[in-house]
T-cell receptor, first 109, second 114 residues
């Protein structure tokens, strides 16, 4: 059982469509992070959300932290081929850092 | 120059062989991590170290060992490699804990155990 479950695991959409990726846990986190990983590279941090209910926007990406601090979502508006990659949520309920199961996104031109 | 480097970038080995993967960082961070990633999946923590004298097991430490030779160096060893250790291995560093922690990853080492 993974501490952080992401859904969907795979997503293939057409350019211009909107999508939402979910990250869920039964544990409470002081913060959650979202990383993006491109093929052949290591993950790179996109954003950190720290307050329950917080919403952060990064251009076409909108991140939300659940009120109970157990879940988060990533919404992409008008997806572009450059958004293709593996999206990972991550957090540390204690001293140990955990990554989610990942969502592999493919945006078709 | 990259802040977090890993050597080798690719490695093919045979079952039963001992291999070492090395990680170096120039970011001056105290915390270093080793992760394993299987195709299309997230990362699983193998070991982590908060300073030179501190080593901690992660989710999947069985079959692996580590050595923190200096603040800048953290190596991962497979004492007797087996095929299900075929994976992509990442080293990461961070300089803080809690809400503001950011992990910085190396480029990865692709390991194939035959």
């Amino acid at each position: 059982t993974q501490l952080l479950e992401q859904s969907p695991q795979f997503l293939s959409i057409q350019e211009g469509e909107n999508l939402t990726v979910y990250c869920n846990s039964s544990s409470v986190f002081s913060s959650l992070q979202w990383y993006r990983q491109e093929p052949g590279e290591g993950p790179v941090l996109l954003v950190t959300v720290v307050t329950g209910g917080e919403v952060k926007k990064l251009k076409r990406l909108t991140f939300q932290f659940g009120d109970a601090r157990k879940d988060s979502s990533l919404h992409i508006t008008a997806a572009q081929p450059g958004d293709t990659g593996l999206y990972l949520c991550a957090g540390a309920p204690g001293n140990q850092f955990y990554f989610g199961t990942g969502t592999s996104l493919t945006v078709i031109p | 120059d990259a802040d977090v480097t890993q050597t080798p970038r690719n490695r093919i080995t045979k079952t039963g062989k001992r291999i070492m993967l090395e990680c170096s960082q120039t970011k001056g961070h105290d915390r270093m991590y080793w992760y394993r990633q299987d195709p299309g999946l997230g990362l699983q923590l193998i070991y982590y170290s908060f300073d030179v004298k501190d080593i901690n097991k992660g989710e999947i430490s069985d079959g692996y060992s580590v050595s923190r030779q200096a603040q800048a160096k953290f190596s991962l060893s497979l004492e007797s490699a087996i095929p299900n250790q075929t994976a992509l291995y990442f080293c990461a560093t961070s300089d803080s804990q809690g809400a503001s922690e950011t992990q910085y990853f190396g480029p990865g080492t692709r390991l194939l155990v035959l």
